[in-house]
């Protein structure tokens, strides 16, 4: 089972690390349906790009006609879905194209993959035995976690609070509905914040390690109390890969790297690490924690995620092999090395959406010493 995968969104930060794994680490056929918003980069899919293995073709997940037809011609064993919009701070901006791609979107891809199911128990019942229909979600559907020792489990109940997050939970009852409804094989991930390579830069992790390297301000929402849970993202693509795998049909898997930390010790951890590994600092920056600057929070800011993982270790035997501080120390020197991708992914609509957030942002001016 699973020597072919079609996965949406695989030339975003998460999906590329899956593809890449599955591609050169254990050769399977592949292929990706991504749309290339401004989040998609076939960049980030240099390595493989080229293997016959790999195919790629540019859509949406909202046109079913095409998506119906890469099913047709590719005949998956494994859908993964991650096509998303993933940005908490556009949602708030925007929310339609959260509604548009997360639920319209995912409602979209179920019905024609249930299509293609249907169809396969008449042609190949073996084949449809044996097919998976994994939903990558993430842990902002439970909202904000009260407590300071308490964790999201997998039947914790949803509270969402942005419209990304409420966006993420209405596809995540979608797919559940299907499978109690139609029988449908799905296993559902929801996981914590990931960081690493390939990060779009409008993301906490990779804006501060190049807007320090640029000697500009490091915005720290509020005052960078709030705690995440970070994950290094191929943990995260090992872990997919397991659940779509291994995982029990009908079973939902909570994935996080028993890392939390506050905003504020994340940009700071980024600011020594810079200390040591680029020294040459930018023209009139002392320090690069000098640059920690203090902004105004972003609305309905969640203050806590925090995740037991315990079932996917118990049940299939995950664990995370880096720590928050091998993997923040590999995705500073990444960065560092990886200047041509920066700059390609870093276009003129990024650079409008980085002036328009943070232009608008009050800063209180209180720089942190
Ligand atoms: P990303 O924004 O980096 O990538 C999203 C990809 O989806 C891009 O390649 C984009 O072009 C593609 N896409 C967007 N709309 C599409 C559409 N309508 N049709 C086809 N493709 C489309 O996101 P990411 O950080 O890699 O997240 C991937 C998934 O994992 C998302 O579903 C997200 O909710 C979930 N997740 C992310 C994190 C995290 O920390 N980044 C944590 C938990 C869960
Ligand atoms: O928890 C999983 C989620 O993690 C995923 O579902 C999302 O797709 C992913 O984007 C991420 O969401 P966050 O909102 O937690 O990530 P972001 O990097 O935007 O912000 C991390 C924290 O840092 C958050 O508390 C807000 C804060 N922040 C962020 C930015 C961009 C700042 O203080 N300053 C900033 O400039």
């Given at each position: 089972m699973g020597s072919r995968w079609l996965v949406t969104g695989g030339a975003g930060f998460i999906g590329s690390s899956v593809i890449r794994e599955l591609v050169s680490g254990m050769r399977c056929d592949v292929v990706n349906v991504d749309k290339l918003t401004y989040a998609g980069n076939p960049d980030s899919l240099k390595a493989i790009a080229s293997d016959s293995r790999y195919t790629f073709v540019h859509a949406d997940i909202c046109d079913a006609a095409t998506v119906q037809e890469v099913f047709r011609r590719f005949g998956p064993d494994v859908v993964m879905h991650l096509a998303a919009e993933s940005h908490v701070d556009r949602s708030i901006a925007g929310p339609a194209p959260f509604i548009e791609t997360n639920i319209v979107g995912t409602y979209t891809l179920l019905e024609v993959a249930r299509a293609y199911w249907k169809a396969l128990w008449e042609s190949d019942p073996r084949k449809a035995?044996?097919?998976?229909?994994?939903?990558?979600?993430?842990?902002?559907?439970?909202?904000?976690?009260?407590?300071?020792?308490?964790?999201?489990?997998?039947?914790?109940?949803?509270?969402?609070?942005?419209?990304?997050?409420?966006?993420?939970?209405?596809?995540?009852?979608?797919?559940?509905?299907?499978?109690?409804?139609?029988?449908?094989?799905?296993?559902?991930?929801?996981?914590?914040?990931n960081?690493?390579?390939?990060?779009?830069?409008?993301?906490?992790?990779?804006?501060?390690?190049?807007?320090a390297r640029a000697g500009k301000p490091l915005p720290v929402y509020g005052n960078g109390h709030q705690v995440r849970d970070w994950l290094y993202v191929e943990d995260h693509a090992r872990a997919l890969i397991k659940v779509a795998t291994e995982g029990e049909v009908g079973e939902t898997y909570n994935i996080g790297g028993h890392n939390e930390v506050t905003n504020l010790e994340v940009v700071e951890r980024?600011?020594?690490?810079?200390?040591?590994?680029?020294?040459?600092?930018?023209?009139?920056?002392?320090?690069?924690?000098?640059?920690?600057?203090?902004v105004a929070d972003r609305p309905g800011h969640d203050l806590r995620y925090a995740?037991?993982?315990?079932?996917?270790?118990?049940?299939?035997?995950?664990?995370?092999?880096?720590?928050?501080?091998?993997?923040?120390?590999?995705?500073?020197?990444?960065?560092?090395?990886?200047?041509?991708?920066?700059?390609?992914?870093?276009?003129?609509?990024?650079?409008?959406?980085?002036?328009?957030?943070?232009?608008?942002?009050?800063?209180?001016?209180?720089?942190?010493?």
């Open positions: 035995g044996g097919f998976r229909f994994h939903h990558v979600s993430t842990d902002e559907v439970y909202g904000d976690l009260q407590g300071a020792e308490d964790l999201f489990i997998e039947t914790t109940p949803y509270a969402p609070s942005s419209p990304y997050s409420a966006s993420k939970a209405s596809s995540d009852h979608l797919v559940r509905a299907w499978q109690r409804t139609y029988g449908w094989p799905t296993v559902i991930t929801n996981c914590s914040n960081y690493g390579p390939y990060h779009f830069p409008e993301k906490l992790v990779p804006l501060m390690i190049l807007n980024i600011c020594e690490l810079l200390e040591e590994l680029a020294p040459d600092k930018p023209e009139g920056v002392k320090q690069y924690r000098d640059l920690i600057t203090f995740i037991d993982a315990s079932k996917i270790e118990r049940e299939l035997g995950w664990v995370p092999s880096e720590t928050f501080e091998t993997g923040l120390r590999k995705t500073v020197q990444w960065y560092l090395d990886n200047g041509d991708w920066v700059g390609r992914v870093t276009s003129g609509a990024y650079r409008e959406w980085v002036e328009k957030h943070y232009g608008e942002q009050a800063v209180d001016g209180a720089h942190h010493d």
